[in-house]
């Protein structure tokens, strides 16, 4: 004979009752078997919870009605006294009279309380730290009022809460400067106070949904996180693969855990093969592209080390990158420039679609030469760039070698503050320190100038740009950090033309009659484009498997950390 769970039923005093029993089911009430419960408890316990908190406001209203209508000031004043402390919130009671949005008897009231329940109930699948939303705190808030004090300082209580929620699912849980100093993106943070304006007066349920991200990108990561916690609560992918690198013709067991761990992922279809065979070596150069790396099909020492990465660690890497979507909740520009540092490459996007892609080499993963993220406006160019040396690299790098030989870096001009080209001859380079050298260093234009015959402009505080570079075999590396900070591209003259297609109907021509003058020259874009350095370590496409980097500065480590000491948890759901 099964067990089963009677679940509820309605008492003759109309109070929801929950039992466990025999097979005996009455005609009220839901029935299921031991086997069907943990798939649905979570779900069902919510809605008791949204039930009875429901039921409890509207019995309360009820009944304190007539005192909240007799007393109208000791109301406001509950409400006044509880919002003091938020400037925000205090506002916005302030300019709708203290009345209530949450803790009254009427339909909309009834409404919103539904619609941000569900939210939070909802909170997980968004990668939220679901404790900073504490229902149970509410809960025992609900059963302790007694008054009408005790109402205003619930009615507080809610807005705070759907604001935490609001500011949480639309630009972030965490602040990314604090995080990391190379994260200088500017959050599109709302106002508190209009948020809560704006919510009173729109439909609660539409209005909550619309505060996430809706970008294709957070709608497919979302769905990428319910993939793998489904694959969590099975098991993962399995067994690592226990060898440091295999190649093609191999045999053994190591050659069948890396088999069975492609079949996990999705890489390879159901196979009895115990050798690296055809089939093995191009599951393999597929995980090589998804993931960045030279697609040899050979399963070398960095492969490996990818193949082996627990599917724990992607869901948090998707986790990250929700955050990352929140922190940039913004209109991105029809057409905007998109480089992904991780990535190493450069797009130009139109209307969601890669118009132009090409390599690029990053900052060095050093303290003061990674790349910083940021978004700015790109307006001009430069044909045949002057290098003005940054402070930084001019004292910490030349300095030294001036010191040792005055005719060290022949190619560069040292500037005296009177903008004149200084004899070396003259100059006792030993007197001066980082922070008495007067001089400023200047190579002219040439091919073999540092920014090589281009560079692409959006003047911003970090002194970061794009642009061309005479050091060519560095595009060949599977990872390529080795800048000072600025973005080198392995095809600028390329970037160039598509940038300029827009403003002129023959732009490589635009752009030769520029450089064949070897003059520096500035070329202003007629619409400026949005450009966005991003840090992007689990990307997925509109079609296909998702896309892993590595965290090259590791600055994703910190982000998944920070979130994790915020109440964000790696969770494994059931199907």
Known sequence: MRRVFRICEWTHHNRLRITRGSTHIATHGIEMTTNTLPRIRARFLHLLFVWALTAIFSIF????????????SAF???????????????????????????????SKDRSRRAALLKALAGAGDHGLPVAAYDTELLKTNLRQVTSVRDLGKLEVQMSKLMLTYARHVQTGVLTPSRVDSGIVRQIPLRDRALLLAAFAKSSPSKF??????????????MKEKLRLEKLLAKGGWGAKVPAKSLKPGQSGNAVIALRNRLIAMGYLKRSASQTYDVTIQKAVQDFQLDHGLVHDGVAG???????????????????????RERWMNIERGKRHIWVNLTDFTAQIIDGGRVSFETRSVIGKNQSDR??????????????????????????????????KNPNAVGHLKLIDSRGRTVNRGAVDFTQYTAKTFPFAIKQAPSNRNALGLVKFMFPNKHNIYLHDTPSKSLFDRETRAFSHGCIRL?????????????QTSDPKGTFHKALNTGNETRIDLKTPLPVHLVYRT??????????????????????????????????????
């Open 61 to 72: 209203a009820t009944s304190s009605s007539g005192v909240a209508q007799s007393q109208p």
């Open 76 to 106: 406001a004043q509950a409400v006044a006294e509880a919002a003091a402390r938020d400037e925000s919130v205090a506002a916005f009671y302030k300019a709708n009279g203290y009345k209530a949005i949450w803790t009254g008897n009427g």
């Open 208 to 221: 909550l949904k619309s505060l996430p991200p809706r970008s294709a990108e957070y709608g497919r990561l």
């Open 301 to 323: 020492a960095g492969t490996m080390a990818e193949i082996n990465v627990p599917a724990e660690k992607r869901l948090a890497s998707i986790l990250v990158a929700m955050e």
């Open 370 to 403: 990674r790349s910083p993220e940021f978004s700015d406006t790109m307006e001009f160019m430069i044909v045949n760039p002057t290098w003005n040396v940054p402070r930084s690299i001019a004292t910490k790098e030349y300095l030294p070698m001036l010191k």
């Open 490 to 502: 392995g095809d600028p003259f390329g970037f160039a033309y598509a940038l300029l297609a827009k």
């Open 538 to 575: 689990a990307v997925m496409p509109a079609k296909g498997r998702a896309n892993y980097r590595r965290d090259v500065y590791g600055r994703d480590a910190k982000v998944w950390s920070a979130l994790s000491k915020a109440g964000v948890a790696l969770r494994a759901v059931g199907g």
